[in-house]
């Protein structure tokens, strides 16, 4: 499957806006700037939050747990893209004890961090949230926007013509104080008609495209 949003992050999870300062994912208003880092040099910059891939506020879900050695947690659906050691993007269930993990310091760059602990626990509400950088800091750590891939190319192509929709469109600042965010329940319409057309290709084309 090429494609990216059965799986994400619960609602929990803490993410720094540039002007609301920091905020749990089930609190992201469409629009918001999120923290995240350059992936060449892991310099600092705001993405902004322009959709939701995905978010099902009741539904109930096992998570990966990571611990760092400095104490950072991250709880993640194990197919979900996270970046480990020289920013290679994987699936968090790849992740082992003893693995290195990016992160962000406190001096706000890139840190790259031992795992000393993984376990799962099970919660209620799932999110994930899509970004135009295609990536952002969740509770310390650099993740991916999708999952269910293991090409991180591929996926962030595949939502090019939402991301240029959402730059040439602005009807929906009309409905930032409607709740629109909150609203949105289930995946996105543009993700299950990318699954359509998936399950639809050849599979010597699926593979090539996977590669």
């Known amino acids: ?7 994400c992050f ?34 600092p910059k705001y ?3 322009y959709t939701w891939g995905h978010r099902e506020v009741d539904r109930t879900t096992e998570f990966i747990v990571i611990k760092t050695i400095t104490g950072k947690i991250l709880k993640i659906t194990g197919d979900h893209l996270l970046f480990g050691e020289g920013c290679i993007t994987m699936k968090a269930k790849m992740i082992k004890k003893g693995d290195k993990i990016c992160t962000i310091s406190p001096d706000a760059t890139l840190l790259e961090e031992l795992i000393v602990d993984i376990s799962t626990e ?54 930032q104080g409607t709740n629109f965010s909150e609203e949105q329940e ?5 993700v299950k008609n990318v699954f359509k057309i998936w399950e639809n290709l050849p599979h010597r084309v699926q593979t090539v495209i996977e590669k």
């Open 122 to 175: 099970t919660l209620t509400g799932i999110y994930a949230p899509f970004t135009m950088s295609s990536d952002f800091i969740a509770n310390g750590f650099l993740v991916g926007c999708y999952s269910n891939i293991d090409n991180f190319q591929v996926a962030h192509a595949s939502v090019l013509p939402l991301r240029m929709l959402h730059k040439v469109d602005k009807s929906w600042k009309k409905q």
């Open 10 to 43: 619960p609602g929990e999870v803490l993410v720094t806006t540039r002007f609301g300062g920091v905020k749990r994912l089930d609190q992201l208003k469409r629009g918001d700037e999120i923290l995240t880092l350059s992936k060449r040099g892991g310099v």
């Open 47 to 49: 993405t902004k939050f």
């Open 186 to 190: 289930g995946l996105h319409n543009y």
């Open 1 to 7: 499957m090429v494609f990216f949003v059965f799986c």
